[in-house]
């Protein structure tokens, strides 16, 4: 991670540097061949000079007129050269750019990531990163090349003529306290466009997710106001920027144009006194005519130069997002406790129903009474500074069977989804696999073992093959079609045009069928733990009747732990954990809780009623008990 900085111009910088400074070579080769290219267009003039003095003096013109030819070609290709090489070194620090912060969303912490709205971090890669390029390349020699030009024009003239050169240092001089006055709001100018942009994208992509709600809410007018104002700031912001841009190249271009105009008038008088030669005049005004390059070259990559530093601050607050931490570091050497979770990993391997059950029945510890995660009064929450989302929480997952979790909403029931999977760490207690540690084992280790279907249940970019092997990559058609097969996809995908290979995206399945892929994708996995968040809606029949089965028949060989929304989902587990307000009120069978537990009979009364024809329609259908494990 980058340092800190109190002061968050250093800390811009600073990033600007660190994208520029692996190409350090590249960027002064660069700078080489720009100053080679600026010491021809120097030298120009000073041909100039020659070829009239040789016209006037009679002399041979040949060697003026060849060096200028020279300068010419060389002054060109160098240019050329150049061009391309910073144009190259540009993409490749953006690309670079982009890598790193794709990287750092991908190993970011999952709930300060979710934190961000999705559309600015995209605005970041896909607009900021193009901002960034500019600054830590093009502008830097710009500026640089720019600068050693005006200089090297301002000597040059100076050898030419004292007196004249005055009223040109005067000229440069007024351009330039314009540029340091106007240069900063330019900046804040530009940062605040690109904010404007960044909420932009936020809430676009907001309101792209929610298309329906709002269409169906009648919303889009209001909707698009508020899209509109986030547009609008950034074009009078940016528009803002252009103003003063505008200024400071008018009184650049009008402050060298009227260098060369009292130039030409002081120049003439002195010519007319005999103090100075016609040549070196026209030299002089060459000299100021190349002026006009290193002045704009200047101002241009200055402005670029703030663009770089704006988009540089904003991919800055990214360095901050929490990250996860690397997997070599969590894990333990041979011969101790990780040890006991290494001979596991074959249980974690994907393979047949039947080496799992083998494994499991004598791979796991029989110590561990079974266990093969553990929380250990485990207090948990989304704030460090707030309200625990989970308090002193003891749970076992049993190497087997199938566990249900039900409480009411908010209850704490996803958040131990959420721990188990690593996505929150405890503030106090330990999650044990295997009865080691997870900060021993390392998160890796312990997503490995799990296969988790969220209640969105979102499908990953790709096609359905793509979606069904993202857990399992090695899995066959055979074994793709026998797990479609037990989730009742199985003729609904072959019927599609590219079967297996028909592109899949949020709109193109039901609910039900996503959930039911989600699913399909964790049983190919064959996880040790599958979790379960069931639909709280969505859910037709059919896909219950898949649902049912399936975790009935992983339980058999595995473990299943369920955020049980059905009621023949909860009848059937082997325990049930009544959750409320983030601890354990309950434990038991349907049958013993029902006894025991007022709050489990008012959530199963619910349940009933929310799912009254459920138990009937969750009866295994005949062809089900044909279908083999994978
Ligand atoms: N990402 C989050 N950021 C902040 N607080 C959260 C977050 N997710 C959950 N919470 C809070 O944690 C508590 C437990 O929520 P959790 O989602 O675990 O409950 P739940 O039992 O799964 O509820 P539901 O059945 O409605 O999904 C709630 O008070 C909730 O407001």
Same mark, same amino acid.
């Given at each position: 991670?980058?340092?800190?900085?109190?002061?968050?111009?250093?800390?811009?910088?600073?990033?600007?540097?660190?994208?520029?400074?692996?190409?350090?070579?590249?960027?002064?080769?660069?700078?080489?061949?720009?100053?080679?290219?600026?010491?021809?267009?120097?030298?120009?003039?000073?041909?100039?000079?020659?070829?009239?003095?040789?016209?006037?003096?009679?002399?041979?013109?040949?060697?003026?007129?060849?060096?200028?030819?020279?300068?010419?070609?060389?002054?060109?290709?160098?240019?050329?050269?150049?061009?391309?090489?910073?144009?190259?070194?540009?993409?490749?620090?953006?690309?670079?750019?982009?890598?790193?912060?794709?990287?750092?969303?991908?190993?970011?912490?999952?709930?300060?990531?979710?934190?961000?709205?999705?559309?600015?971090?995209?605005?970041?890669?896909?607009?900021?990163?193009?901002?960034?390029?500019?600054?830590?390349?093009?502008?830097?020699?710009?500026?640089?090349?720019?600068?050693?030009?005006?200089?090297?024009?301002?000597?040059?003239?100076?050898?030419?003529?004292?007196?004249?050169?005055?009223?040109?240092?005067?000229?440069?001089?007024?351009?330039?306290?314009?540029?340091?006055?106007?240069?900063?709001?330019?900046?804040?100018?530009?940062?605040?466009?690109?904010?404007?942009?960044?909420?932009?994208?936020?809430? %676009?992509?907001? =309101? @792209?997710? &929610?298309?329906?709600?709002?269409? +169906? /809410?009648?919303?889009?007018? $209001?909707? !698009?106001?508020? #899209?509109?104002?986030?547009?609008?700031?950034?074009?009078?912001?940016?528009?803002?920027?252009?103003?003063?841009?505008?200024?400071?190249?008018?009184?650049?271009?009008?402050?060298?144009?009227?260098?060369?105009?009292?130039?030409?008038?002081?120049?003439?008088?002195?010519?007319?006194?005999?103090?100075?030669?016609?040549?070196?005049?026209?030299?002089?005004?060459?000299?100021?005519?190349?002026?006009?390059?290193?002045?704009?070259? %200047?101002?241009? =990559? @200055?402005? &670029?130069?703030?663009?770089?530093? +704006? /988009?540089?601050?904003?991919? $800055?607050? !990214?360095?901050? #997002?929490?990250?996860?931490?690397?997997?070599?570091?969590?894990?333990?050497?041979?011969?101790?406790?990780?040890?006991?979770?290494?001979?596991?990993?074959?249980?974690?391997?994907?393979?047949?129903?039947?080496?799992?059950?083998?494994?499991?029945?004598?791979?796991?510890?029989?110590?561990?009474?079974?266990?093969?995660?553990?929380?250990?009064?485990?207090?948990?929450?989304?704030?460090?500074?707030?309200?625990?989302?989970?308090?002193?929480?003891?749970?076992?997952?049993?190497?087997?069977?199938?566990? +249900?979790?039900?409480?009411?909403?908010?209850?704490?029931?996803?958040?131990?989804?959420?721990?188990?999977?690593?996505?929150?760490?405890?503030?106090?207690?330990?999650?044990?696999?295997?009865?080691?540690?997870?900060?021993?084992?390392?998160?890796?280790?312990?997503?490995?073992?799990?296969?988790?279907?969220?209640?969105?249940?979102?499908?990953?970019?790709?096609?359905?093959?793509?979606?069904?092997?993202?857990?399992?990559?090695?899995?066959?058609?055979?074994?793709?079609?026998?797990?479609?097969?037990?989730?009742?996809?199985?003729?609904?995908?072959?019927?599609?045009?590219?079967?297996?290979?028909?592109?899949?995206?949020?709109?193109?399945?039901?609910?039900?069928?996503?959930?039911?892929?989600?699913?399909?994708?964790?049983?190919?996995?064959?996880?040790?733990?599958?979790?379960?968040?069931?639909?709280?809606?969505?859910?037709?029949?059919?896909?219950?009747?898949?649902?049912?089965?399936?975790?009935?028949?992983?339980?058999?060989?595995?473990?299943?732990?369920?955020?049980?929304?059905?009621?023949?989902?909860?009848?059937?587990?082997?325990?049930?954990?009544?959750?409320?307000?983030?601890?354990?009120?309950?434990?038991?069978?349907?049958?013993?809780?029902?006894?025991?537990?007022?709050?489990?009979?008012?959530?199963?009364?619910?349940?009933?009623?929310?799912?009254?024809?459920?138990?009937?329609?969750?009866?295994?259908?005949?062809?089900?008990?044909?279908?083999?494990?994978?």
């Amino acid at each position: 991670m980058m340092p800190q900085s109190s002061a968050p111009e250093a800390g811009r910088i600073s990033l600007l540097w660190s994208y520029a400074r692996p190409h350090l070579p590249a960027l002064i080769l660069s700078l080489v061949l720009a100053l080679v290219t600026s010491a021809s267009q120097l030298a120009s003039p000073l041909a100039t000079r020659s070829v009239l003095d040789a016209l006037a003096g009679g002399g041979s013109l040949l060697n003026p007129v060849l060096i200028l030819l020279v300068l010419l070609v060389v002054g060109g290709a160098v240019g050329w050269w150049q061009w391309v090489m910073l144009g190259s070194l540009a993409e490749r620090i953006v690309y670079e750019a982009r890598q790193g912060m794709l990287t750092r969303f991908m190993r970011a912490r999952v709930f300060p990531l979710l934190r961000r709205p999705a559309g600015e971090l995209v605005t970041r890669v896909t607009s900021d990163s193009v901002l960034l390029r500019e600054a830590a390349s093009t502008s830097v020699v710009g500026i640089i090349n720019g600068t050693a030009l005006l200089i090297g024009t301002l000597v040059m003239m100076a050898v030419l003529d004292l007196v004249l050169v005055l009223a040109t240092v005067a000229a440069v001089a007024v351009v330039a306290a314009v540029t340091i006055v106007l240069m900063p709001e330019i900046g804040r100018a530009q940062r605040r466009s690109q904010a404007a942009l960044g909420s932009l994208g936020a809430e %676009l992509e907001g =309101n @792209l997710r &929610a298309i329906k709600t709002v269409k +169906a /809410a009648g919303s889009e007018q $209001r909707q !698009l106001d508020r #899209l509109t104002g986030h547009a609008r700031s950034s074009r009078d912001e940016s528009v803002r920027a252009v103003r003063r841009e505008a200024m400071v190249w008018t009184v650049a271009g009008g402050g060298i144009q009227a260098a060369i105009i009292v130039i030409l008038g002081v120049g003439a008088w002195r010519v007319s006194e005999g103090e100075m030669t016609v040549s070196t005049l026209v030299a002089f005004l060459l000299y100021a005519f190349v002026l006009l390059e290193p002045v704009s070259t %200047l101002s241009e =990559n @200055l402005t &670029a130069f703030q663009s770089g530093l +704006a /988009a540089a601050g904003r991919i $800055r607050e !990214l360095e901050q #997002l929490e990250q996860e931490p690397p997997s070599e570091t969590a894990r333990t050497g041979p011969g101790d406790a990780g040890d006991a979770v290494a001979s596991g990993d074959a249980v974690a391997s994907v393979g047949s129903v039947a080496s799992v059950g083998s494994v499991g029945s004598g791979g796991l510890p029989v110590d561990r009474a079974g266990a093969v995660m553990e929380l250990r009064s485990v207090t948990a929450g989304y704030d460090p500074a707030g309200e625990p989302a989970v308090r002193d929480l003891d749970l076992r997952i049993p190497a087997r069977g199938h566990l +249900a979790l039900v409480g009411p909403s908010g209850a704490g029931k996803t958040t131990v989804f959420s721990l188990l999977l690593g996505f929150l760490n405890p503030q106090s207690g330990q999650l044990t696999l295997q009865g080691v540690p997870y900060a021993e084992v390392g998160l890796p280790e312990v997503r490995r073992r799990l296969a988790y279907v969220e209640q969105e249940t979102p499908v990953v970019p790709g096609t359905i093959r793509d979606n069904l092997t993202f857990l399992n990559a090695d899995a066959t058609d055979e074994q793709i079609l026998d797990v479609l097969d037990q989730i009742r996809l199985r003729e609904t995908v072959l019927a599609l045009p590219d079967g297996l290979d028909t592109p899949l995206s949020d709109s193109s399945v039901s609910g039900g069928q996503r959930q039911r892929i989600a699913l399909a994708r964790a049983l190919l996995a064959d996880p040790e733990v599958l979790l379960l968040d069931e639909a709280t809606a969505q859910v037709d029949g059919l896909t219950e009747n898949a649902i049912h089965d399936a975790v009935r028949r992983h339980a058999a060989h595995a473990t299943v732990v369920t955020i049980a929304h059905r009621l023949s989902t909860v009848i059937d587990a082997d325990e049930i954990v009544v959750m409320e307000a983030g601890r354990i009120a309950a434990r038991g069978t349907h049958q013993e809780l029902l006894a025991v537990s007022e709050l489990y009979r008012s959530l199963v009364q619910a349940l009933r009623i929310n799912t009254e024809t459920e138990l009937e329609t969750a009866e295994p259908e005949p062809d089900v008990e044909r279908v083999g494990g994978l």
